[in-house]
């Protein structure tokens, strides 16, 4: 379980406090956000695996988050509303909750749907880390190891390289990683290219002739699987993934 991040989007503190508390003494760990904003942002960096949400957000309407969320990861989704319709459950599954809790509701309820839907997740638990070559992705403590050193990361720029080796060496337009890689809707490619020139410097051994984040002329950028991996051509490979579906249980 102690694998298990769970993001909390509530706009009642207390309740918001209470869901946390409780979790945290069942031992998960997690995240709080109050509105849409703080909750894309907290997303990115925390790529949860379950998140809870309430549908009514001061700043958004959470049914779009549930869509903004399958775009990125598709993590578990819990839905928290005090619409206890039959037609507001229906576009809740809809949108993209794979389960839908009315409130009031008791804690222990809560609880077991919590476990329930973790439970459903252990099998298909992402792994921890990547690992391409040289190229070390630390998905829980979300940093970066390149030849034996960490490399110090924005979270920003760690979000930009997960993307781009989500992609295993594909290219991918300054649009799609736009989409993907930022936590609100951003129409300035050269925003992709700064981040990316921040990146060169920091993982490539000239970042004027880059080897591991390579542009695409006409397309935008990809990384360079075949310039980081080992001689053996192994694919990226799951550090503990086995361990942490164990950890789960």
């Given at each position: 379980?102690a694998s298990?991040?769970?993001?909390?989007i509530?706009g009642n503190?207390?309740?918001?406090?209470?869901?946390?508390?409780?979790?945290q003494?069942?031992g998960?760990r997690?995240?709080?956000s109050?509105?849409m904003?703080?909750?894309?942002?907290?997303f990115q960096?925390?790529?949860?695996?379950?998140?809870?949400m309430?549908?009514?957000l001061?700043?958004g309407?959470?049914l779009?988050l549930?869509?903004?969320?399958?775009?990125?990861?598709?993590?578990?989704i819990?839905?928290?509303s005090?619409?206890?319709?039959?037609?507001?459950v229906?576009?809740?599954?809809?949108?993209?909750?794979?389960?839908?809790?009315?409130?009031?509701?008791?804690?222990q309820?809560f609880?077991?749907r919590v476990?329930?839907?973790?439970?459903?997740?252990?099998?298909?638990?992402?792994?921890?880390s990547?690992?391409y070559g040289?190229?070390?992705?630390?998905l829980v403590?979300?940093?970066?190891?390149?030849?034996e050193?960490f490399i110090?990361?924005?979270p920003?720029?760690?979000?930009?390289i997960?993307v781009?080796?989500?992609a295993?060496?594909?290219?991918?337009?300054r649009?799609?990683?736009?989409?993907?890689a930022?936590?609100?809707?951003?129409d300035?490619?050269r925003?992709?290219?700064?981040?990316?020139?921040?990146?060169?410097?920091?993982i490539?051994?000239?970042?004027?002739?880059?080897?591991?984040?390579?542009?695409v002329?006409?397309?935008?950028?990809?990384?360079?699987?075949e310039?980081?991996?080992?001689?053996?051509?192994?694919?990226?490979?799951?550090i503990?993934a086995?361990?942490?579906?164990n950890?789960?249980?």
């Amino acid at each position: 379980m102690a694998s298990t991040c769970i993001q909390i989007i509530e706009g009642n503190p207390h309740l918001r406090s209470l869901l946390s508390w409780h979790l945290q003494q069942a031992g998960y760990r997690v995240n709080q956000s109050a509105d849409m904003m703080r909750a894309k942002e907290t997303f990115q960096t925390a790529q949860p695996n379950l998140v809870i949400m309430e549908t009514e957000l001061a700043d958004g309407s959470g049914l779009e988050l549930c869509q903004w969320l399958q775009q990125r990861g598709r993590p578990l989704i819990m839905i928290l509303s005090a619409k206890s319709g039959e037609p507001d459950v229906v576009a809740g599954l809809q949108a993209g909750a794979d389960d839908y809790l009315k409130k009031p509701f008791g804690m222990q309820e809560f609880l077991a749907r919590v476990e329930a839907l973790t439970r459903r997740n252990r099998k298909i638990t992402a792994p921890v880390s990547l690992t391409y070559g040289d190229l070390n992705i630390d998905l829980v403590q979300r940093r970066v190891r390149f030849k034996e050193q960490f490399i110090d990361l924005t979270p920003q720029e760690f979000s930009l390289i997960y993307v781009l080796t989500q992609a295993e060496g594909s290219p991918l337009s300054r649009a799609d990683l736009l989409r993907r890689a930022w936590p609100d809707a951003i129409d300035n490619p050269r925003t992709v290219d700064t981040h990316v020139l921040s990146l060169r410097k920091k993982i490539e051994v000239d970042p004027r002739q880059p080897n591991v984040i390579q542009t695409v002329r006409n397309v935008g950028y990809r990384l360079n699987i075949e310039r980081i991996q080992t001689t053996n051509g192994h694919h990226p490979v799951g550090i503990g993934a086995v361990n942490a579906i164990n950890a789960v249980g």
